[in-house]
C-alpha cells in the first residue's frame, strides 16, 4: 500500500512541477513563491483548483508560482519545518503546528465547514461502547498534523493503553481499516466520516465519541523567511483579488485569522505522548 501511494505522489509532484516551471520559467528564482496544499488523492482537481489563484499571484507579485500539492499531513509537515513552502493552505492542526512551532503568520482564514468536529467511530456491530473499552484495542488516526484524526483523538485517548496505533494516509482509509476489522475504532472529522461512510455502504458504522471543542477553520500561512514588505505585498494582493477567485481557491479575504489558541494547547499535550504512538502496546501516558 505505502508503496503505492509513494509511487503515486512522486509522478504526481513531478507532473504539477514540470507545469509550473513551462509557465513563467523566465522569471528569477528568487522570486519564487511555493504554494502548498494538502490535496490527499485529489490528483488534477488540486491543480485546477489552485490554476487561477496561482496565475494572479504570479502576475500581481511578478513571481514564479510553483503549486506542491502532498498526498497527506505528514508530509506537508515535514515541507513546514524545512521551510520550503512560501505559502500553505492549511487545514487547522497543521496551522496550528506552523504558528506556534515554526514562526509561520496567518494571513486569512480557509472556507470550511462549521461546527467541525473530531469522532472516534466503531463498527455498528462491536461491543465498544465507550472509550475507555478501547484499552488494549488497535485504533486508527490520521496522520501527524491532523487536528481531527490526530491530535484530538489522542488528547481524548490520554491515560489508556492501546495494543496498537495504526497511522492511515487519508480519512477514508480510516474508515476502510474499521470496515475491514483492521481497527476496532477510528478517528476524523465528522464530516469526512459522513461523507465516507456513504461511499462504504456495505458497513453500517456509529460514532463512539464526538469531541465537544469546535476545531476553528484552516489558513492561509505566509512563511517566516519571506521579507516583511513581500509579506504585506503578497497580503494586499490576495485581499483584492476578484471574489470569484477566491472562492475558487477557498479562503476569505479581509476576515481575521482563526483563534488557534485551543488547538495549540492540544498540540503542546500530545506531544508529551507523542514517542509511544508507535510503541506496541502504545501506553499514552
Known amino acids: 500500500m505505502s508503496l503505492r501511494f509513494s509511487r503515486r505522489s512522486f509522478l504526481f509532484q513531478l507532473l504539477l512541477f514540470l507545469t509550473a516551471c513551462g509557465g513563467k520559467s523566465t522569471q528569477s528564482q528568487g522570486n519564487e513563491l511555493i504554494v502548498g496544499v494538502v490535496s490527499y488523492d485529489e490528483g488534477q482537481e488540486a491543480i485546477n483548483r489552485y490554476t487561477n489563484f496561482t496565475n494572479y499571484l504570479g502576475e500581481e507579485t511578478k513571481s514564479l508560482i510553483r503549486l506542491e500539492p502532498t498526498f497527506n499531513e505528514n508530509k506537508a509537515l515535514e515541507r513546514i519545518r524545512s521551510r520550503g513552502w512560501s505559502l500553505v493552505f492549511a487545514p487547522p492542526g497543521l496551522a496550528a503546528i506552523a ?5 509561520y503568520l496567518p494571513l486569512f ?4 465547514v462549521n461546527n467541525l468536529r473530531s469522532v ?8 465498544i461502547r465507550s472509550l475507555k473499552e478501547l ?3 488497535t485504533v486508527a488516526l490520521g496522520q501527524l498534523g491532523s487536528a481531527t484524526g490526530y491530535y484530538l483523538p489522542l488528547y481524548n485517548l490520554y491515560g489508556l493503553t492501546l495494543s496498537e496505533l495504526l497511522l492511515a494516509p487519508t480519512p477514508k482509509t480510516v474508515l476502510e481499516w474499521v470496515a475491514e476489522g483492521k481497527a476496532a475504532a477510528g478517528a476524523l472529522s465528522k464530516n469526512e466520516f459522513d461523507t465516507y461512510s456513504q461511499q462504504l455502504s456495505k458497513t453500517q458504522f456509529s460514532v463512539l465519541y464526538t469531541d465537544p471543542h469546535k476545531v476553528p477553520p484552516g489558513a492561509v500561512l505566509i512563511g517566516p523567511d519571506i521579507e516583511r514588505n513581500r509579506q504585506e505585498q503578497i497580503r494586499r494582493v490576495m485581499s483584492e483579488a476578484p471574489s470569484v477567485l477566491t472562492q475558487e481557491a477557498g479562503y476569505i479575504p479581509n476576515s481575521p485569522a482563526p483563534n488557534y489558541r485551543y488547538m495549540i494547547t492540544v498540540v503542546e499535550r500530545v506531544k508529551s505522548i507523542s514517542t509511544q504512538v508507535e510503541e506496541k502496546p502504545a501506553r499514552l501516558v
Open 99 to 103: 504558528i506556534a512551532q515554526e514562526q
Open 109 to 112: 482564514p480557509l472556507e470550511g
Open 120 to 127: 472516534l467511530v466503531v463498527r455498528k456491530d462491536s461491543p
Open 135 to 137: 484499552q488494549n484495542k
